[in-house]
């Protein structure tokens, strides 16, 4: 009962104490008018109250970041009693509240809301708090029907045909990093040698420690063949680099490359890409629900041994920051022949002495600004330097 309920029973009982006292019969109709009013409206929300059957429509294609989203609710009453209105409340979460008057259509409520301009990230819909009311608002109750839904809006990513570090002396030398195994063999044990195999399998230190002909047994290592790491340390420029990160996997996955999208976030996410239908959408997943929560430098995850960022064959990395910790390691990498490539996606303009150095020592650098071209800045085959740019 709403406080509008209570006041109206209320007069409908001081009306009929006045009827009573001073004998008037005329008062007696709307005193017990006033009191059926409210005893009705309260029945009929009662009997309505029951959970109700909720559906939501959204589009049907995948949804890009920028885009307007409209989202369509239908409730389906259980009781045998439709309630007399509905109002639906949906919460998104930092997209806020949305309230929403749903028209009656037969025994069903219909109605929707639309999102402006619906930003990147994975929305969660938290359960739908319906509101009914009798039409004159003297009782009304709260339902709280469960949605486990959510809303995934992916990032706007571009075509790269070629990518800003193939080509000239970031080609490994000429050769296209595309022909390099992307597989090892490791040690997995030993054996007895066998007539007719190869001596170049003897594992010579089984060997003399048994006293007779041992070979070794190896097997197929497979190595990531491209690893993309998405470094979360800077929010203003975070959406940026996302689109970045997705681009250049992306290119990558068109020429059939083993990849693996790794998040340097609170969650620490990797995603590897391989042959599978369904690893690529898995990826813009990721994507989508990317935040700038990283609490561990870039450059440890080059430290890690066990890390997908420390076994892959050809590295790029996605970054706000370049310290001189990251390009120490990024510079060993390059040392040592390991393909490495960096993104610096540029929060503000200041130089950056670290893009000198690793464009010295052979590294292809792409800086990105937010509003810039990204397939210009990402395709070019000569990078800028921050310093200068």
Not at 98 to 117: C, D, I, K, P
Request: net charge positive; charged share 25%; hydrophobic share 45%.
């Amino acid at each position: 009962m709403t406080n509008r309920g209570r006041a109206v029973l209320a007069l409908g009982l001081v009306v009929y104490v006045v009827a009573w006292v001073f004998g008037s019969r005329a008062l007696y109709p709307v005193a017990t008018g006033l009191v059926l009013a409210v005893v009705a409206a309260v029945a009929w929300i009662r009997l309505s109250a029951r959970a109700p059957l909720v559906r939501r429509h959204g589009p049907e294609r995948d949804l890009l970041e920028g885009e307007d989203v409209r989202v369509e609710l239908e409730v389906e009453p259980a009781s045998a009693v439709p309630p007399p209105t509905l109002v639906a409340h949906e919460t998104l979460g930092r997209l806020g509240e949305r309230r929403v008057e749903l028209e009656r259509r037969g025994r069903r409520f219909t109605g929707g809301y639309e999102l402006r301009q619906v930003p990147r990230g994975r929305y969660a819909f938290e359960s739908v708090r319906l509101s009914a009311e009798d039409p004159f608002g003297l009782a009304r109750t709260e339902i709280v029907q469960a949605g486990a839904q959510a809303l995934v809006v992916y990032p706007r990513l571009v075509a790269l045909d070629r990518l800003f570090s193939e080509g000239g002396a970031h080609a490994q030398e000429g050769r296209r990093l595309l022909l390099r195994r992307p597989t090892g063999f490791e040690l997995h044990s030993v054996r007895e040698y066998e007539q007719g195999e190869s001596l170049r399998k003897v594992h010579w230190r089984s060997t003399a420690h048994r006293g007779q002909l041992m070979v070794k047994e190896l097997e197929d290592a497979p190595r990531d063949e491209v690893v993309v790491l998405l470094d979360g340390n800077e929010p203003r420029t975070f959406d940026v680099a996302v689109r970045a990160a997705g681009s250049i996997l992306l290119a990558h996955v068109k020429r059939k490359r083993r990849c693996v999208l790794v998040v340097n976030s609170a969650a620490r996410e990797e995603q590897p890409i391989g042959t599978e239908a369904g690893d690529w959408p898995r990826a813009l997943e990721t994507l989508a629900a990317a935040e700038p929560t990283a609490r561990t430098p870039a450059f440890a995850l080059l430290e890690s041994a066990g890390s997908a960022v420390a076994r892959s064959l050809e590295l790029v990395v996605v970054t706000s920051q370049v310290d001189a910790p990251l390009v120490d390691r990024l510079v060993q990498r390059a040392l040592s022949r390991r393909g490495v490539s960096v993104v610096y996606v540029e929060p503000a303009r200041a130089p950056q002495p670290g893009l000198l150095r690793l464009q010295a020592a052979g590294i292809a650098v792409a800086v990105v600004r937010p509003g810039d071209d990204l397939t210009a800045a990402l395709s070019a085959r000569a990078t800028r330097a921050a310093a200068g740019a």
